[in-house]
């Protein structure tokens, strides 16, 4: 069984661009969440996702995005990116709400 | 909110040997989850052991095994037997269990363990 995807792995952008991240959770999967993880800050919640349902979202601000498709794929946006949103980025998906959650690869985002 | 704590930024293990690595949790709630990630260079984060607060007997995966103390909010994982594949970022977790809640994990910052051939 494929494990969650995450598209691109690396990504690197100028400030004030924007980027879009896509993550394919396990099949059947219907939960996403996504982190942020750097250095100084370590991993922080961003949101999740549940049957396209946007459930909860971390302390970021409305610059970060996201959404969920009707096949449980989910993509997150950062528009007019700083420096300080250089990060890798992890998807995570779970069968169902409480079951244990798997994460992809991550996408390693640089912004220059 | 939930805090988690892991005050040993950096361990080493000679192979063969057993190692502990400490996590405590700050949490008003009485029922909830945690657990143990793995993080290689490879990045991808691996779920090594998951634990019930509800469940007075300590989770085991193998050579993996948690010493958890409710009263005491500690968390502590033992690796038994260390391989060198066993190098990697630890990272202690806290997910609420309550019904209809949020997926959220709230990660401690990791303590890094090398394995010594």
């Known amino acids: 069984k494929a494990g969650v995807t995450q598209t691109p792995r690396y990504l690197i952008k100028t400030r004030g661009q924007q980027v879009t991240l896509s993550c394919s959770p396990i099949?059947?999967?219907?939960?996403v969440s996504w982190y942020q993880q750097t250095p100084g800050q370590g991993l922080q919640f961003l949101f999740e996702?549940?049957?396209?349902?946007?459930?909860n979202k971390g302390n970021f601000p409305g610059r970060f995005s996201g959404r969920q498709f009707s096949n449980s794929r989910s993509e997150m946006n950062v528009s007019t990116l700083e420096l300080g949103d250089s990060a890798l980025y992890l998807c995570?998906?779970?069968?169902?709400?409480?079951?244990?959650?798997?994460f992809g690869d991550g996408t390693r985002l640089s912004i220059l | 909110a939930q805090t988690v704590t892991q005050s040993q930024p950096e361990m080493s293990v000679q192979e063969a040997e057993t190692v502990t690595l400490s996590c405590t949790y700050d949490t008003s709630e009485s029922d909830y989850y945690l657990f143990w990630y793995k993080q290689p260079p490879s990045r991808q984060m691996i779920l090594v052991i998951r634990?019930?607060?509800?469940?007075?007997q300590n989770a085991t995966e193998n050579r993996f095994s948690v010493n958890f103390q409710k009263a005491a909010k500690s968390f502590s994982l033992k690796i038994s037997d260390s391989q060198l594949g066993d190098a990697a970022m630890y990272f202690c977790?806290?997910?609420?269990?309550?019904?209809?809640?949020?997926?959220?994990?709230?990660f401690g910052k990791g303590t890094k363990l090398t394995v010594n051939p």
């Open positions: 996702y549940f049957s396209e349902t946007q459930r």
């Open positions: 099949s059947g999967h219907r939960s």
């Open positions: 977790a806290y997910r609420s269990a309550d019904q209809g809640g949020s997926e959220k994990l709230v």
């Open positions: 634990q019930e607060a509800y469940k007075q």
């Open positions: 995570a998906s779970s069968l169902r709400l409480g079951q244990p959650q798997h």
